[in-house]
């Protein structure tokens, strides 16, 4: 396989560019740029116009920004664009026609936009939320991860016709219908009747198996899994039943084990036959090297629950987030503590993550790796 490139966003408020050999086992930083400074903590990429899209939370109580930029063969950026966003920026998704959605943690909203092939980033929409009715002060949420609504993803569905946002302080996962305009321009989001999460549960990520039948909704404040039956009827044109609900340190795990008192779920990744599933847990610290865990779960494809494995090392402290290569056959994990972006590779048939570290590479606060 030939070189492959990785942008890798981080709390150092760099962008870096790496080279993945596989077949040399090296992960080499390329490019690093300070443009979408500060809290570059969420990239996407549009391959086929070479452009970089880059969400900046900036600073706390002021503006955040959305960033495009054109990517050249060795992964150098060149800003093409800025807009601004509701400060706090930590996801975002494209639908169709070049439209995007971004969400924004720390002042409780989402933004949407038009990108043009250019790079040329239009504003459209602006949507701010607050907590629900009663909630505000209740005694058993968390006091200081639930003081507002705090979006923590934007998850477009397989149909393109729906946007989910895991809502971490209002316990919701808040439902939109998309509306696609002729013109890029003209696509709107009107939100539905929220998906109601049991309270302090802490909704962060969400991920659709690729058939579109089953969700997964990782809980970051109760450290679970949700695994949701998608079905398109209702009022709102798309419902999710509830099936399963599992321990992301695997079966049987509860408040007991001292673990789950500090344990932050994160990050949520499904291999791309839809047969594994793997959660990354942040200050679990449960292996014998004192390292956080990546949770490994089987899926049956059939009725979509999850069958625990096995955790196996992060290779560091705080795995904020995890994706797998393009064919699965590698597992890319950031430690955001560690400083360290470490390449594993996965076994296809079993989907077990081998320990050892092929590759890996440095990189400030890593958060997000785009692939």
């Known amino acids: 396989m030939s070189p492959q490139q990785i942008f890798v966003g981080g709390y150092d408020d760099a962008i870096d560019s790496f080279v993945f050999d596989e077949a040399a086992g090296t992960l080499i930083k390329t490019h690093s740029t300070l443009e979408s400074k500060p809290g570059p903590s969420w990239q996407h990429i549009i391959p086929e116009h070479r452009l970089l899209l880059s969400g900046c939370e900036g600073p706390l109580g002021e503006i955040g920004y959305l960033d495009s930029y054109r990517f050249s063969e060795d992964g150098a950026l060149t800003k093409v664009d800025r807009k601004e966003c509701v400060q706090g920026c930590v996801s975002m998704d494209m ?150 609900r599992i321990s992301s340190l695997g079966i049987g795990k509860g408040p007991a084990d001292t673990r789950v008192q500090r344990l932050k779920a994160a990050e949520v990744a499904i291999s791309p036959d839809d047969k594994h599933l793997y959660i990354s847990n942040r200050y679990d610290r449960s292996m014998p090297d004192g390292t956080d865990s990546i949770a490994h779960f089987l899926i049956n494809t059939d009725d979509g629950t999850l069958t625990f494995v096995e955790l196996t090392s992060a290779g560091g402290i705080n795995p904020r987030h995890i994706r797998l290569s393009p064919d699965g056959s590698w597992i890319c994990i950031a430690t955001q503590d560690t400083n360290r972006v470490a390449m594993f590779k996965r076994d296809l048939e079993t989907g077990t993550i081998l320990e050892e570290v092929v590759a890996e590479g440095q990189s400030g606060q890593p958060v997000c790796i785009t692939w």
């Open 95 to 244: 639908g169709k026609n070049g439209f995007l959605i971004t969400a924004s943690y720390d002042a409780s909203g989402v933004n949407t936009y038009y990108i043009k092939e250019t790079g040329e980033i239009v504003p459209l929409q602006t949507l701010l939320f607050t907590l629900p009715d009663g909630q505000a002060g209740h005694p058993d949420i968390d006091p200081v991860r639930q003081d507002a609504a705090h979006p923590h993803e934007s998850r477009i569905d397989p149909t393109g016709k729906f946007l989910l946002i895991p809502d971490l302080g209002s316990d919701y996962l808040r439902i939109f219908e998309i509306t696609y305009g002729e013109k890029g321009e003209d696509s709107r989001i009107k939100e539905v009747e929220p998906l109601v999460c049991d309270t302090r549960a802490g909704p962060r990520h969400c991920y659709f198996d690729r058939t579109g039948k089953f969700m997964y909704l990782v809980e970051e404040l109760a450290s679970m899994v949700r695994v949701y039956q998608v079905e398109y009827t209702g009022p709102r044109g798309i419902d999710f039943k509830p099936i399963q």
